[in-house]
């Protein structure tokens, strides 16, 4: 937004001085930094989450590895 301010001096002619305001481009960056921030934390998370589901199948896959072994011995011994 811009401010006008007009002086009158004794002489004959009149200065116009015009004001802007830098606001609008300190939001900008403020809000530029809020979504690197929230970026990173989203793909941090993101990243954290998959390690854990890695984490889970492969704790799975062992069980059912195990479980495997245990059928086949349970049934040889049937036989």
Same mark, same amino acid.
């Given at each position: 937004m811009a401010e006008e301010r007009i002086v009158e001096t004794p002489t004959t002619?009149?200065?116009v001085i015009?004001?802007? &305001? &830098?606001g609008g481009a300190m939001i900008a960056v403020v809000l530029?930094?809020?979504v690197l921030i929230g970026g990173f934390y989203l793909f941090s998370r993101q990243g954290a989450q998959n390690n854990k589901? %890695? %984490?889970i199948t492969s704790a799975a896959k062992s069980v059912? &590895? %195990? %479980?495997d072994k245990a059928g086949d011995?349970?049934?040889?011994s049937t036989q």
């Amino acid at each position: 937004m811009a401010e006008e301010r007009i002086v009158e001096t004794p002489t004959t002619h009149t200065t116009v001085i015009e004001r802007r &305001g &830098g606001g609008g481009a300190m939001i900008a960056v403020v809000l530029l930094i809020a979504v690197l921030i929230g970026g990173f934390y989203l793909f941090s998370r993101q990243g954290a989450q998959n390690n854990k589901d %890695a %984490a889970i199948t492969s704790a799975a896959k062992s069980v059912g &590895g %195990a %479980a495997d072994k245990a059928g086949d011995a349970v049934e040889k011994s049937t036989q």
